[in-house]
């Protein structure tokens, strides 16, 4: 059976998924601990590849390597760069782009990568079963909406950065290590998928609002997961019985 990929960068959103998870064995592996179990009857694996996109990209290009994927998903807290985000708000990406990739001296848009193109697009299909997910959560306690995730090797904290960056790529929140991932399943043409919570908003200060955040963000991307993982398992089953 075929297995969903979860990496996260730190140990607050791993905590949080492996929280979720049953029938659980470790795997150790180039140094790095990958998670086996279940969430909601749905095979997983999770791992924790640190901060910054050449951790993340290792990591998932080892996570391809041993475990038999369906699809990779990518979880975690983000800066918001949306104004109308807040605290603990959830971002579903439609797609990714990094924002620090620059060779616009080559007459090309920022952001664009060769052999990628400007953005790495996450799995329509995926993202159409979110959006059914969404939709049936009631009276949701905070935003759930689709949006654009931004990457950079860099804990945004410039108010004009981020300002930069919403206006160059229409972000709606900032990380260091999702278009990272997206870009190594694009590679090896495994469907992904990013949810994202607010855990500060890039003002010069915020390093200790994410601090403060970081477990409240990582804790709503792991219900959504669930919830997610829930749908997913009981179609399954209906499916199964025709």
């Given at each position: ?34 998670v ?7 095979e ?58 620059d ?7 920022k952001?664009y990568?060769?052999g990628?193109?400007n953005?790495?697009k ?50 709606d ?9 997206a ?5 090896n ?7 994202r ?6 003002n ?16 709503r ?5 669930e919830?997610?993982l ?13």
């Amino acid at each position: 059976m075929k297995q969903i990929g979860i990496v996260v960068a730190m140990e607050e959103e791993f905590e949080e998924i492996e929280n979720k998870m049953k029938n659980i064995e470790t795997k150790q592996i180039k140094d790095l601990t990958f998670v086996v179990g279940k969430i909601e009857g749905k095979e997983c694996v999770l791992v924790k590849s640190g901060v910054g996109k050449v951790n993340a990209a290792r990591t998932t290009q080892i996570m391809i390597d041993y475990f038999k994927l369906d699809c990779i998903f990518n979880l975690g807290a983000a800066g918001a760069i949306h104004n109308q985000l807040e605290i603990g708000d959830i971002v579903i990406g439609k797609y990714v782009v990094q924002h620090d990739f620059d060779i616009t001296a080559f007459g090309h848009k920022k952001g664009y990568i060769t052999g990628i193109g400007n953005h790495v697009k996450c799995n329509e299909e995926l993202v159409q079963k979110f959006e059914e997910v969404i939709q049936n959560i009631p009276e949701k306690e905070y935003q759930i909406n689709l949006g654009i995730v931004a990457t950079g090797d860099i804990f945004c904290t410039d108010v004009a950065m981020k300002d930069k960056i919403r206006e160059n790529f229409k972000a709606d929140v900032v990380d260091m290590e999702c278009a990272a991932i997206a870009q190594v399943a694009y590679l090896n043409h495994l469907p992904f998928i990013v949810i994202r919570s607010v855990s500060d908003v890039p003002n010069g200060k915020n390093a200790s609002t994410f601090d403060e955040n970081l477990k409240l963000a990582s804790k709503r991307c792991a219900v959504i997961l669930e919830k997610f993982l829930y749908v997913e398992f009981c179609t399954e089953k209906k499916q199964s019985k025709k």
